[in-house]
């Protein structure tokens, strides 16, 4: 996959703000977009999906807006908090009868400041 | 109830040398996946296991790696020769079964380092 090297894209947002992470997706293709939240030391850890046949779906403070025109998603997460500070990876794939491949991005480092 | 869980979680060897990664799934997924993390970068897939089926291998780099799943559940990972480019975090992730809209869950990683 792509990659940034050592170099993470950084977001710093101060606690109670709200964060947008974007993200470009390379596959007109892909039907299936996932938001993964990685801490230090862990494992990927499952936010949000929105599969192709939506362009906006909500959880809880988390948004995700998919845009197939121009391949782009983003991730919303109302009243940041510390605990939000991590690295965000988007995700596509194909599904059915596409294979089960997920590609990944690079990632986004997330800052919160308290 | 139990995640995905992986060993060793640190793994140090000497460039040449095989090493042999573990991944126990949560009871009852059938489908496991490996995937590589080097050092701040997204993860790049390996290998595929579900169910009985011919595990999708598209993913590795190169023949020195190879995986197993016995019966259905553990898997290992086996990387022969190591080299330093080898050096990363292995994530070995499970999902409910083929449907690739499940939810996959991750490990947390067994982080390899060949001197």
């Known amino acids: 996959g792509e990659s940034v090297g050592l170099h993470l894209p950084t977001l710093s947002v101060q606690e109670g703000d709200n964060s947008i992470i974007n993200c470009a997706y390379s596959?007109?293709?892909?039907?299936?977009f996932i938001w993964y939240k990685q801490e230090s030391g862990k494992g990927p850890q499952f936010i949000i999906d929105?599969?192709?046949?939506?362009d906006k779906r909500q959880g809880q403070r988390v948004t995700v807006l998919l845009n197939k025109t121009v391949k782009h998603l983003s991730l919303q997460i109302a009243a940041t908090q510390p605990g939000d500070s991590a690295v965000y990876f988007c995700a596509e794939g194909k599904g059915k009868g596409g294979g089960f491949k997920t590609i990944f991005g690079a990632g986004t480092r997330l800052f919160v400041k308290a | 109830g139990a995640g995905v869980s992986q060993s060793p979680s640190n793994k140090v060897t000497e460039k040449g040398k095989d090493v042999e990664l573990r991944c126990d799934p949560i009871s009852g997924h059938t489908a496991l996946y490996w995937y590589r993390q080097s050092l701040g970068q997204g993860l790049e897939f390996l290998i595929y296991?579900?169910?009985?089926?011919?595990?999708?291998k598209s993913g590795l780099p190169s023949d020195r790696f190879s995986a197993e799943r016995t019966g259905g559940s553990v898997s290992t990972l086996t990387i022969q020769r190591t080299q330093q480019e080898d050096s990363a975090v292995y994530l070995c992730?499970?999902?409910?079964?083929?449907?690739?809209?499940?939810?996959?869950?991750f490990g947390p990683g067994t982080r390899l380092t060949v001197l």
């Open positions: 929105i599969r192709s046949n939506m």
């Open positions: 296991f579900q169910g009985n089926s011919a595990p999708d």
């Open positions: 992730a499970s999902s409910l079964d083929r449907d690739f809209y499940n939810e996959q869950f």
């Open positions: 596959n007109s293709a892909s039907d299936y």
